[in-house]
């Protein structure tokens, strides 16, 4: 790794932090992406041929991403060329490509890696096409966030997305071995202490050997339990972008928790919202939201219920308005389900779309005008209150549109009290008519 320290400035024999020690010489090394670094895996196949094609690498921090474009550049012998999107603009593209280019003339071939890809605007990203298609540089792109968002469907159509797996705990545990082999030295973590220290990395191999590191460097009279390693280790946010794909992933999770009525699963994705720092508004108008469409009439109570936990959020706030998020959540997830009132919306909507401007009968028509009770405006119109059941069975559809039944309730909570209801007026109506 000399020429990383020479371009840094540093000396082969100055500290290096021991996430950088560590670093895989070779692609097999590489910890957690098995599906992308085995001989059978895209990256594996690539490499036996002995061709790359540009790829996106995308995934969270700490999986990988720049250590496998290096070892990728050096299993291919192409010169390995690292910029940032975050602190390069076109100039220092333009520097890059033109360097390209020079060497391309003596038969060298460049890989490109850009870190933080999608921080380009949508102009630079087009930047690229030309190099790429040419074969000028064999593009590696990372970033943290969904490529179909951020991406140019130009740039996207000739690049390879590959996805990078957040680290689990296996993959997490050879990095740990293998700084413990480096360091000769064992952690002082009891085995509790060691499964709560891959909690706090999150899938982060990078920040997990930042963790080790610390506790390698200090000596301590015993094994550190959780609670010891806590005080001694600050505990890491939670990785969640509020206006990125991983707020949209957790509502998902959150309101298909809620529909599947796994309550307990509903209340951990909330609480991981929350502890993200999501703004408890949201989750509580989401929460209103799922009442009245995955719930409705089966359970009247619910969309109160939800309601009732947003003025007592408005009222209390944080921390204590969130026990009312969790009553909510709790609610909602063991009331019985029904989207029959959602379904009636949609397709009385799209009836009354569809049909335009016909008239309501003439029968329900209000005569405030004798002209319009000589036109026949409320003619034979039966006050159901009138009636013997309280109920006449009138047609109260346009003249010229068939009887259509938009809302349909399921055999679950209430709405099999309202179905009862439906079918003694349907029976009635049969009945008069």
Known sequence: MSDLFEKAGLDEGAPRPLADRLRPGKIEDVVGQGHLTDPNGTLGRMLKAGHLSSIIFWGPPGTG???????????????????????????????????????????????????????????QQDGFLPYVEDGTIVLVGATTENPSFELNAALLSRMQVLTLNRLDNRAMEELLKRAEKLESKELPLTAEARALLYNMADGDGRYLLNLAEILLGLEFDADLDPNSLLQILQKRAPVYDKDREG?????????????????????????????GGEEPLYILRRLVRFAVEDIGLADPQAVIQANAAREVYEFLGSPEGEIAIAQAVIYLGTAPKSNAVYKAQKASFRRAKETGSLNPPMHILNAPTKMMKDMGYGKDYQYDHDTEDGFSGQNYFPDNLPREEFYKPVSRGFEREIQKRLDYWKKLRSEKN
């Not at 474009?69 to 010169?79: F, G, S, T």
């Not at 509502?251 to 809620?258: E, G, P, Q, T």
């Open 65 to 123: 991403k720049t250590t496998t474009a290096r070892l990728l550049a050096e299993n291919v012998n192409l010169y390995f060329e690292q910029i940032s999107a975050v602190f390069s603009g076109v100039a220092d593209l333009r520097k890059c490509f033109e360097a390209a280019k020079a060497r391309r003339k003596t038969g060298q071939g460049t890989l490109l890696f850009v870190d933080e890809i999608h921080r380009f605007n949508r102009s």
């Open 247 to 275: 707020h949209y992933n957790l509502i998902s999770a959150l309101h298909k928790s809620l529909r599947g009525s796994d309550t307990d699963a509903a209340l951990y994705w909330a609480a991981r919202m929350l502890a």
